[in-house]
């Protein structure tokens, strides 16, 4: 079995940065571990950035130029999120995301605050 284990959220100034990080652990054959999502109170989760398998990323409208999504050494079972020049808004739980065939993989999620 896989899990999905994430890291570094917290309470944050507006226009700090935080760094998250995602790895998997368990049984990892074949995971792809590949983006980022958040749900803030009252809101449906919302995608926040995805890197492809070429390194290709997507990133949602509110973070682009904030945020940047990248792996450790290439590896597919690690993600991180690079989250700069933060806003109250967003705040949120973030959830690392992974597919491992047709299955859809998500982590236990992590809190990220930002004060005005």
């Known amino acids: 079995q896989v899990q999905l284990v994430e890291s570094g959220g917290g309470l944050v100034q507006a226009g700090g940065s935080l760094r998250l990080s995602c790895a998997a652990s368990?049984?990892?054959?074949?995971?792809?571990?590949r983006g980022w999502y958040r749900q803030a109170p009252g809101k449906q989760r919302e995608l926040v950035a995805i890197?492809?398998?070429?390194?290709?990323?997507?990133y949602a409208d509110s973070v682009k130029g904030r945020f940047t999504i990248s792996r450790d050494n290439n590896a597919k079972n690690t993600v991180a999120l690079q989250m700069n020049s933060l806003k109250p808004e967003d705040t949120a739980v973030y959830f690392c995301?992974?597919?491992?065939?047709?299955?859809?993989?998500w982590g236990q999620g992590t809190q990220v605050t930002v004060s005005s």
């Open positions: 995301n992974g597919v491992r065939s047709v299955t859809t993989i």
């Open positions: 368990g049984s990892t054959f074949n995971i792809n571990v």
């Open positions: 890197i492809t398998n070429g390194g290709s990323t997507i």
